[in-house]
């Protein structure tokens, strides 16, 4: 099983920019996706970025488009550079790692997480 840490969160102005960092420990992730998911107060946890581990292939939603890039290190750790930030951005990030055959961008089918990061962005 795979143990994963965020970090990276904090307190920023809209506009301005943040890195999370997501560190991957158990096991070796060839073949895997990992993701970055957020839960603003009051909403369901949504999807936000993934990436596969073997070909580097990113997927985002709509919302973050452009705004901001998953990538990966050799390290076994997830990034998530987060520009352009907004009050809706506020949320705390979590991070999933899941096989490619089984990972779903879709919170509901995880019932493990981690602490996650705390994102708030003040206009």
């Known amino acids: 099983q795979v143990q994963l840490v965020e970090s990276g969160g904090g307190s920023v102005q809209d506009g301005d920019s943040l890195r999370l960092s997501c560190a991957a420990s158990g096991r070796f992730l060839s073949g895997y996706i990992m993701g970055w998911f957020r839960q603003a107060p009051g909403k369901e946890r949504e999807f936000v970025a993934s990436i596969t581990w073997n070909e580097n292939s990113a997927v985002y939603a709509d919302s973050v488009k452009d705004r901001f890039t998953i990538s990966r290190d050799n390290k076994n750790t997830v990034y998530l550079q987060m520009n352009g930030l907004k009050p809706e951005d506020t949320a705390i990030y979590y991070c999933?790692?899941?096989?490619?055959?089984?990972?779903?961008?879709?919170?509901?089918?995880?019932?493990?997480w981690g602490q996650g990061t705390q994102v708030t962005v003040s206009s």
């Open positions: 999933q790692a899941r096989s490619r055959w089984t990972w779903v961008p879709d919170a509901k089918m995880y019932n493990s």
